[in-house]
């Protein structure tokens, strides 16, 4: 089991950048596909970008893909989503995701598709 915790969300203006955290605990964590979706008041969660336990392999939607990068670092449990040229559409809470994949086969996209969670955390961009 694993509990994720984020950080890094912010009031930024259009234009800006934001890094988000998620410290993971566990010794486990490098077994471990993570993803970060949002949802913003309304609408379905959606996936910003996901990662491979290595990190060697990541997905991005369309939406956010050349403004976005997902990495990790394993050795601090720790995964990151470094977000440029932010958008008022962007405007979310931002949401870690873990599942555990011994041996690597897919990028999970699917919210439905991961077992842990953590408690989100507020993106605001204004115009």
């Known amino acids: 089991q694993v509990q994720l915790v984020e950080s890094g969300g912010e009031l930024v203006q259009a234009g800006g950048s934001l890094r988000l955290s998620c410290a993971a605990s566990g010794r486990t964590f490098r077994s471990y596909v993570m993803g970060w979706f949002r949802q913003a008041p309304g609408k379905e969660r959606e996936v910003v970008a996901a990662i491979s336990q290595s990190g060697v392999n990541t997905y991005y939607p369309d939406s956010v893909k050349g403004r976005s990068t997902i990495s990790r670092d394993n050795a601090k449990n720790t995964v990151y989503l470094q977000m440029n040229s932010l958008k008022p559409e962007d405007t979310a809470v931002y949401y870690c995701?873990?599942?555990?994949?011994?041996?690597?086969?897919?990028?999970?996209?699917?919210?439905?598709?991961?077992?842990?969670w953590g408690q989100g955390t507020q993106v605001t961009v204004s115009s």
């Open positions: 995701a873990a599942d555990k994949q011994e041996y690597y086969t897919r990028l999970y996209t699917s919210p439905t598709e991961y077992d842990y």
